[in-house]
């Protein structure tokens, strides 16, 4: 079965600073990996997939198959980048279902 | 954008009544979509998979019959608590996938207060 870990159940960083939010899953195929992202009061939403290979709102993350690992990064991190932040597996093929990590909360202090 | 909405938005009842949570996609036809379940401070865990036209799929240690699933057209599929016990107290989100995406959009979630 896929897991997906999170180490940091927090992390807190200065304005400016850069910021990794790590993500490790294990799965023996091929997976599709996601970072979803809650504001406060808001919706879940997605924020990147790693078959995309784009960067949102400064935030990049590759997938490093050696590592079984999807770390997300932002070399500047920003007030309003305080969230909470999943990671999310999914299996190859049609199946849309997803593994979630259990989140990081992020806190970018002024 | 897709965008789903969740209704209601919060919801308290008595232990022993049934509680029906509603999640529509508002700009497109869904033929899956999912219910979730979030506890405080804690991660989604998928409950079900709801499929337009058939029966829903539950993930392992998910109750069926507790947890009644209905995806009558392709824009509405609704989740029926029965006979809620304070236990069932949690943070129900649905999501929904786009023809033609892989992505899936979630809900605003329905907050559950079995008393």
């Known amino acids: 079965a896929q897991r997906v870990t999170q180490p940091e159940k927090l992390l807190s960083v200065f304005k400016g600073a850069p910021v990794e939010l790590k993500c490790n899953y294990s799965y023996s195929g091929s997976p599709e990996l996601f970072w979803y992202v809650q504001y406060s009061r808001q919706r879940l939403q997605l924020l990147l997939r790693h078959i995309s290979r784009e960067s949102i709102k400064g935030f990049t993350a590759d997938l490093n198959k050696g590592e079984t690992s999807f770390h997300l990064k932002k070399p500047f991190a920003q007030e309003e980048d305080s969230a909470m932040y999943y990671c999310?597996?999914?299996?190859?093929?049609?199946?849309?279902?997803?593994?979630f990590g259990k989140g990081t909360l992020l806190t970018v202090n002024p | 954008g897709a965008v789903v909405s969740q209704h209601p938005s919060w919801v308290i009842c008595k232990s022993g009544t049934s509680v029906k949570i509603e999640c529509r996609s508002l700009d497109f036809q869904a033929t899956t979509m999912f219910w979730y379940r979030q506890f405080p401070k804690q991660s989604l865990m998928l409950m079900a998979t709801s499929n337009e036209g058939s029966k829903a799929t539950y993930e392992q240690g998910v109750e069926k019959d507790k947890f009644l699933i209905n995806h009558a057209s392709l824009t509405l599929s609704t989740l029926t608590v029965t006979s809620a016990h304070p236990e069932d107290s949690s943070f129900y989100i649905c999501s929904a996938v786009p023809p033609r995406e892989e992505t899936q959009y979630f809900g605003p979630g329905t907050r559950l207060l079995v008393l």
């Open positions: 999310a597996l999914r299996r190859g093929g049609s199946n849309y279902k997803l593994t």
